[in-house]
């Protein structure tokens, strides 16, 4: 008799593993920072943490050409609101001397 693990057994043990391995990475930052706290020691664990960083910044990268379109959108409206309201402004027209008198 053959000894089989589901499938759903497999994925709890994965998530078990991933789970049990990032908390110790970060206990072991934490550790390491809280003991020392100089530029050397934020170098190590950014050298020694970056294959855990990287999956979570490269979904933050691809947000960066939509962050950018927003930030360029919002600044066009605002500067839309501006001329429109400075084209009926009348305190910012030019003033000719045969006019005021």
Known sequence: MAYTVGVENGRAALWTMVGVAVGFKLFGAALILLHDSSPGAWAFVAAT???FVLPLAL???A???LLAWWWRLARVRAKRRRLIAAEWREED???T???DR
Request: glycine residues 0%; without cysteine; hydrophobic residues 45%.
């Open 93 to 95: 027209l030019p003033t």
């Open 97 to 99: 001397p045969y006019l």
């Open 63 to 65: 947000l960066l050409p």
């Open 49 to 51: 943490h970056w294959p």
């Open 59 to 61: 979904p933050l990268l």
